[in-house]
């Protein structure tokens, strides 16, 4: 049975702005306070979408959050109608009402952690949605992530899904940021790494001193529980704190990983030789032959990476066998990153060619195209399950431009999120977009 890994892209929310709210994101914080483009936004990642579906790539879409959260608003203590919330809100907390409407959702790498059939004890894809616990503006989207994953993927028959892990830092979990799995083939059982930044009980793990470090041991331990994965299939390594304290706040902003290949920075782990060699024995023992490219320090700096977000990338394989890398507009511009590139691609290795996205908007708020996807690796009777709503085709592109087109603006600043408007015009879009997309009612304005 043919297998694919399907790329679902997080479709950017209306009320996409730039609050600099995530401590620890170089690129979050410096762009603080300038004004956003939603509708550039928007378009520039459904162009990547339409790019991957027409290179033959099985391409999905997931919905983003209801924003302003007024529900948040009011279990903070803001009282009266929905507008006099906002309106309060802004006049006594701006720095909540700002974290209230984040559009962070779009980086659905931070969604769940996804596990497929071919790894887990029940044979069954499992999800569990991330709690995000490290930042406020990003521990309250996963009820809704939740009700969005399970209405794309319904089918208990092939899919299982579980809740967020407690919302507390000991079980920070930041999902498939920091979650890779190797394999010979998308539908045979492979290798799960798990990367974490500390450990939350166990004080002999270092940890960073300057950011947080959101991921924790015992967090990806209990995720690979709940999914039934073998301790043959799992690997857990951990980050180097010290490029933590760098602004690699998740494992994708140092290092991307697909099939049998492991693509990361020099100075991405600790402890990376014994790492390297329990995922060469154990996916061995799968039939499969572990390969890494280590990119040296003395070639691209960490700082390089951070700015440039080369690890940020898109890993994807090509029927021929061959791989191709996705990045960002900032890795041309960046001339080691791009010389690093180009000496890559013609080295004959297993990747071959590179292709450059705009995604600015998305950039400059901290988040490149690694972290505008969740993978899901499907069998051919598990994709028939999908709901075939969330399917990018050339029909559903042109009907999401139009969407986008419609109900987004132009330009966003923190003083419009005080707007009651902005609330209603939201509404309307999502209200809009979950019958485009068959997902049927999802968000609180549509159950309450």
Known sequence: MKSFEVNFDGLVGPTHNYGGLSFGNVASQSNSQQASNPKEAALQGLEKMKALMDMGFVQGVLAPQERPDVAALRSLGFSGTDAQVIERAAKDAMPLLVASCSASSMWVANAATVSPSADTADGRVHFTAANLNCKFHRSIEHPTTSRVLGAMFADQQHFAHHAALPAVAQFGDEGAANHTRFCRDYGEAGVEFFVY??????????????????????????????????????????????????????????????????????????????????????????????????VPRDQVTVDDAVRSYLFNSQLLSRADGSMLLIVPEECRANPRVWSYLQGLTSAGGPIREVKVFDLKQSMQNGGGPACLRLRVALNETELAAVNPGVIMSAPLYDTLTGWVNKHYRDALRESDLADPQLLLECRTALDELTQILKLGSVYPFQIN
């Open 197 to 294: 930044g500390r450990s939350a009980f166990d004080s002999r793990y270092p940890a960073p001193q300057k950011y947080p470090a959101r991921q924790t041991l015992e967090a990806s331990q209990a995720v690979a529980r709940l999914h039934g994965l073998s301790e043959e299939g799992v690997v857990f390594a951990q980050q180097n704190p010290a490029v933590i304290d760098q602004g690699v706040f998740h494992n994708d902003v140092i290092a991307v990983g697909n099939g049998e290949l492991l693509f990361h920075h020099q100075d991405a782990f600790l402890n990376t030789e014994a790492m390297l060699d329990e995922l060469r024995r154990k996916l061995a023992a799968r039939g499969a032959t572990f390969e890494s490219i280590s």
